[in-house]
């Protein structure tokens, strides 16, 4: 048995400038840290020559091309397993329309345990790689490349998008002690909506495709992030509620599913509890609230929004791992 963990991540500040309708054009940017909420997958050998793939249903089938999980067909395809297989997977937290970037999570964490099984490493710039490979171009998925990254990096990190497809991941440089300031001064907390992110990442691509205003809000956010990264690298993180709350007011501007007028009473109702500033995670519509604020305002904030739940967060330094291998359970 193979079992890997790969964290979930929480963005800061650039989202939306990692779709390939902007970075095409010109570097799109974000700042972004894996925190300690994980997706877990394991693979097994099974005793007959058929795969079995269990996540919100189970299938058994004879052939890769009969699964119906895209993510799990493409990469067994990818790493070339045609059977023998079984695969699981458990997540910490909600996965489905969340905003911590569960679906690429996922396939980088499937990619990693599915060449531990094969007996292979893949390194992080691999996994990452592939894992984009299989969501946008193999899948069609009309998502970024943030999410495939962050998971197979971890730590906190500013990602660079270019025109040429490459991708620059380059750990922002501070003091333990402000990434420990960094973690009290966050406020998670869950919506209790779901949504597609990509219905509303499709609106927001046409959006941006036919209207040049919201392409400069993209670039304004890339500038955000830019911003963050020089005041993180300082150490200072006063600057942090104020970007985050310029990039939500901004990305709200992109897609009419972004926000809505609940989401909105909640920001409010929290900036006016002692939140300097904050955003919904991911491609927004509901998921999750994260929020800066003094850690002796969290306690006022969660009073203001009671029902909403709290998810406490640590940000977290290592990208995807193999956490456990039988090695009989190899395949060579």
């Given at each position: 048995?193979?079992?890997?963990?790969?964290?979930?991540?929480?963005?800061?500040?650039?989202?939306?400038?990692?779709l390939?309708?902007?970075?095409?054009?010109?570097?799109?940017?974000v700042?972004?840290?894996?925190?300690?909420?994980?997706?877990?997958?394991?693979?097994?050998?099974?005793f007959?020559?058929?795969?079995?793939?269990?996540y919100?249903?189970?299938?058994?089938?004879?052939?890769?091309?009969?699964?119906?999980h895209?993510l799990?067909?493409e990469?067994?395809?990818?790493?070339?397993?045609?059977?023998?297989?079984?695969?699981?997977?458990?997540?910490?937290?909600?996965?489905?329309?969340?905003?911590?970037?569960?679906?690429?999570s996922?396939?980088?964490?499937?990619?990693?345990?599915?060449?531990?099984?094969?007996?292979?490493?893949?390194?992080?710039?691999?996994?990452?790689?592939?894992?984009?490979?299989?969501?946008?171009?193999?899948?069609?998925?009309?998502?970024?490349?943030?999410?495939?990254?962050?998971?197979?990096?971890?730590?906190?990190?500013?990602i660079?998008?270019?025109?040429?497809?490459?991708v620059?991941?380059?750990?922002?440089?501070c003091?333990?002690?402000?990434?420990?300031?960094?973690?009290?001064?966050?406020?998670?907390?869950?919506?209790?909506?779901?949504?597609?992110?990509?219905?509303?990442?499709?609106?927001?691509?046409?959006?941006?495709?036919?209207?040049?205003?919201?392409?400069?809000?993209?670039?304004?956010?890339?500038?955000l992030?830019?911003?963050?990264?020089?005041?993180?690298?300082?150490?200072?993180?006063?600057?942090l509620?104020?970007?985050?709350?310029?990039?939500?007011?901004?990305?709200?501007?992109?897609?009419?599913?972004?926000?809505?007028?609940?989401?909105?009473?909640?920001?409010?109702r929290?900036?006016?509890?002692?939140?300097?500033?904050?955003?919904?995670?991911?491609?927004?519509?509901?998921?999750?609230?994260?929020?800066?604020a003094p850690p002796?305002?969290?306690?006022?904030?969660?009073?203001?929004?009671p029902?909403?739940r709290?998810?406490?967060?640590?940000?977290?330094?290592?990208?995807?791992?193999i956490?456990?291998?039988?090695?009989?359970?190899?395949?060579?």
């Amino acid at each position: 048995m193979i079992i890997s963990r790969t964290p979930l991540r929480i963005s800061f500040a650039g989202g939306g400038s990692d779709l390939p309708i902007f970075y095409c054009e010109e570097p799109g940017a974000v700042v972004s840290t894996a925190i300690d909420k994980y997706i877990y997958i394991t693979v097994n050998r099974k005793f007959d020559q058929r795969i079995r793939a269990s996540y919100a249903v189970t299938e058994i089938v004879d052939r890769v091309d009969d699964l119906r999980h895209e993510l799990i067909r493409e990469a067994l395809r990818l790493v070339r397993i045609a059977g023998g297989v079984e695969i699981t997977s458990i997540s910490d937290v909600p996965s489905r329309g969340s905003g911590l970037g569960s679906s690429s999570s996922y396939t980088v964490g499937l990619l990693n345990a599915l060449y531990a099984y094969r007996g292979r490493m893949a390194s992080a710039t691999r996994l990452a790689q592939e894992a984009c490979q299989i969501e946008l171009a193999r899948c069609g998925k009309p998502i970024g490349k943030q999410d495939q990254y962050i998971a197979a990096f971890g730590g906190l990190q500013y990602i660079q998008f270019n025109p040429d497809e490459s991708v620059f991941v380059d750990p922002i440089i501070c003091r333990p002690a402000t990434k420990q300031a960094l973690g009290r001064r966050l406020l998670m907390l869950y919506t209790g909506m779901t949504r597609s992110a990509g219905e509303v990442l499709a609106e927001q691509r046409a959006n941006v495709q036919r209207d040049h205003r919201r392409r400069e809000h993209l670039r304004a956010m890339v500038r955000l992030a830019q911003e963050l990264r020089a005041a993180l690298s300082r150490d200072e993180l006063d600057a942090l509620g104020e970007i985050m709350h310029e990039g939500w007011m901004r990305k709200r501007e992109l897609a009419s599913q972004i926000s809505n007028d609940q989401i909105d009473r909640w920001y409010e109702r929290a900036r006016a509890a002692g939140a300097r500033g904050g955003k919904l995670l991911g491609a927004g519509g509901g998921g999750f609230l994260l929020l800066d604020a003094p850690p002796e305002r969290h306690a006022a904030i969660q009073h203001a929004l009671p029902e909403l739940r709290p998810v406490p967060l640590r940000c977290e330094p290592q990208g995807s791992k193999i956490i456990y291998v039988e090695e009989e359970a190899l395949s060579f």
